[in-house]
């Protein structure tokens, strides 16, 4: 190797070093990672929800040419990601998830192999030795009587088998570290997933009430689904592709089902935060009125902001909110929150320790 | 202070953390600073020739955990023989290089002493005064299982041009802060 080779090779080594880091957000409906590429951001996002075909040499072949993704286990085939919700709506099925209302779904144990493929095959390999991954956990719920030890344990135990430091981030929190730098961390962060809402208000970086909530927006689809015989994974493609909540005159029936969820929905969390806020004894006495973060899916539908402001209106917080925002990024805010922690714990690591993978 | 079912139910999570483990709880003890629990774990997998499954492991282990819930330490106390009896160890050895997170001596008299309560068959509470009765509790069993895939990396893939770096400096500083 020439000397202007491995000058190169140096320089290119040490821009790696300086992009140590990642964050992940395990989502009940979609996984996201983010990490740095040359400075900037890069996200990848994967449905982990999956569909059992019938097995067999001619459905591989047809799956393998179609570029559709399965895992076989157990004399099962099991098509994974947007292809298992396509084919779950084509054959008027339900989807299997392997998370429910947050957390590992005790009903899917049979399923952790391949949750930990899902979430391995996402993040990749580690660039370095014990490379550091923060990954989100929702805070305890307080309308269900579940704990998220187990879930935030075997999340753990994945990463660990893959080479990482796994580090938690509570979800609302991530959203703060995303999106309220200027704030200096100071303020709420909702993040209104697929299987929970999770709130954190943050003081200064410091999470000082946080919650959670198991209505979502899997409740809103099995609730429109019932209501309307049909199926929720049908139901959240409608609320995914084409829900439009401004304008109501245009909607078909599954769209007016679901517009009336929205409203339901939205006034159940803000008055569980209001609920919380004023009993909550660890409640800050805050003189600046607070910035209020929204992300998350079940927030993409246009118009969802619109509707959330009004009804925030009707509500009185025992502190004042000053301005209400969606996050930059609604879908990746959590993950890209959980970045920031890594690369600011790999960054308080002595350079030169961390070895190259 | 936490309830026996409490600290059964964080050591379910504790053994689940080995997908191949399933386990019995056969006996929890309470003693000054928490519980004192014995599991009995199976290594049960399917033999890849034939339809039934080979039991690779039936170890009993002592699990310590104390009142705030954290698991002190656990240690491979015994065995379940061919006969059905539970063969204690006597050693002191291999127990105190097993130990997590405990001194190593201690490890090794809890678990002489512990090794000397084994109780003869499951579902057989202690006899120690205080035991609690715990018939076989069933930990469910995650498998490690065999799969085929056609795919290396998942995901779709979004580049962007945000930066975190002011987010990052922001946070180092406010650490920074807090440490002093």
Request: proline share 4%.
């Amino acid at each position: 190797m020439s000397d202007k080779e491995k000058r190169k090779t140096k320089r290119t080594k040490a821009t790696v070093k300086k992009e140590f880091g990642k964050g992940l957000d395990v989502g009940t409906a979609f996984i996201y990672c983010a990490e740095r590429e040359k400075g900037n951001i890069v996200f990848r996002s994967q449905r982990d929800a999956f569909f059992d075909i019938e097995p067999g040499d001619y459905t591989k072949k047809m799956l393998n040419k179609t570029g559709v993704k399965y895992i076989e286990k157990d004399e099962s085939l099991y098509v994974i990601g947007d292809e298992a919700m396509e084919m779950a709506n084509i054959f008027h099925r339900e989807l299997r998830r392997p998370l429910r209302k947050g957390v590992i779904s005790p009903s899917e144990k049979e399923s952790l192999p391949m949750i930990e493929l899902i979430i391995q095959s996402v993040i990749g390999r580690p660039k370095c030795k014990e490379e550091i991954i923060y990954y989100s956990v929702p805070a305890a719920p307080l309308d269900a009587d579940y704990n998220i030890i187990y879930h935030e344990n075997i999340v753990k135990r994945f990463l660990e088998k893959a080479g990482y430091t796994p580090k938690p981030i509570n979800e609302g929190m991530g959203i703060i570290f995303s999106e309220l730098a200027d704030e200096e961390f100071t303020g709420i962060g909702i993040s209104f997933g697929a299987g929970m809402v999770n709130m954190c208000l943050s003081y200064i970086s410091v999470p000082v009430v946080t919650f959670s909530l198991t209505k979502s927006g899997d409740w809103i689809d099995e609730q429109v689904g019932i209501a309307l015989g049909e199926t929720a994974s049908r139901v959240c493609e409608v609320k995914e592709k084409s829900l439009d909540l401004t304008d109501v005159k245009i909607q078909s029936r599954i769209e007016t089902a679901l517009t009336i969820y929205y409203d339901n929905l939205i006034d159940y969390v803000l008055k569980s935060i209001k609920q919380e806020f004023d009993n909550n004894p660890k409640m800050p006495r805050l003189t600046k009125p607070v910035t209020l973060v929204i992300s998350g899916g079940t927030t993409m539908p246009k118009g969802f902001l619109v509707k959330f402001n009004k009804a925030l209106s009707q509500v009185k917080f025992p502190m004042e909110i000053g301005k209400v925002k969606m996050a930059s990024s609604p879908l990746y805010a959590v993950a890209k929150g959980a970045l920031v922690a890594a690369i600011t714990d790999e960054e308080r690591l002595e350079g030169g320790t961390r070895a190259l993978v | 202070m936490s309830t026996a079912e409490e600290a059964i139910r964080e050591i379910k999570s504790f053994f689940r953390f080995d997908l191949r483990k399933k386990g019995t709880i056969i006996q929890v003890t309470p003693y000054p600073g928490g519980w004192r629990v014995l599991v009995e774990a199976t290594d049960t997998r399917r033999d890849p020739n034939k339809s039934y499954y080979i039991i690779h492991e039936r170890n009993i282990y002592q699990v310590d955990i104390d009142r705030q819930l954290n698991i002190e330490g656990y240690w491979r106390v015994g065995r379940r023989r061919k006969d059905g009896e539970i063969e204690e160890f006597s050693y002191g050895k291999s127990i105190a290089k097993e130990a997590k997170g405990i001194d190593k001596n201690m490890a090794k008299e809890i678990a002489q002493e512990i090794a000397k309560n084994i109780p003869r068959g499951i579902g057989i509470g202690g006899r120690e005064k205080g035991g609690i009765e715990i018939a076989q509790t069933f930990i469910d069993p995650t498998e490690k299982a065999q799969m085929n895939y056609n795919f290396d990396r998942l995901g779709e893939v979004k580049k962007t041009e945000q930066k975190v770096d002011k987010a990052v400096e922001r946070l180092k500083a406010f650490r920074k802060t807090k440490k002093k």
